[in-house]
Nanobody
Framework: QVQLVESGGGLVQAGGSLRLSCAAS????????MGWVRQAPGKERECVAA????????YYADSVKGRFTISRDNAKNTVYLQMNSLKPDDTAIYYC????????????????WGRGTQVTVSS
């Protein structure tokens, strides 16, 4: 069992930055792929970033490439999402997601989900 708790969301002006954190509990964290999925009102869920358990392979949605960076610290059971050059279109609830299999996670079918943290970008 893996439990995920997100933090770091908030209100920021366009062009600003935020760093989201996801603290995971459970012994399997270091062997799981981790990712961030966002859901905006009226829009489909989108996997914006994911990272393999080894940390040596990542995925980014085209909408965030060059602006967002995902990283993980297996010693701290934590995954991060650094978000720079934020746009109003980035406004959404951001969920931390975990799954043993990287392709399952990027397909929005990850096994474990956090409760989400709200990110609001004002214009």
């Amino acid at each position: 069992q893996v439990q995920l708790v997100e933090s770091g969301g908030g209100l920021v002006q366009a062009g600003g930055s935020l760093r989201l954190s996801c603290a995971a509990s459970g012994r399997t964290f270091s062997s799981h792929a981790m990712g961030w999925v966002r859901q905006a009102p009226g829009k489909e869920r989108e996997c914006v970033a994911a990272i393999r358990w080894t940390g040596d392979s990542t995925y980014y949605a085209d909408s965030v490439k060059g602006r967002f960076t995902i990283s993980r610290d297996n010693a701290k059971n934590t995954v991060y999402l650094q978000m720079n050059s934020l746009k109003p279109d980035d406004t959404a609830i951001y969920y931390c997601v975990s799954d043993p299999f990287f392709p399952v996670l990027t397909a929005l079918k990850g096994r474990y989900w956090g409760r989400g943290t709200q990110v609001t970008v004002s214009s």
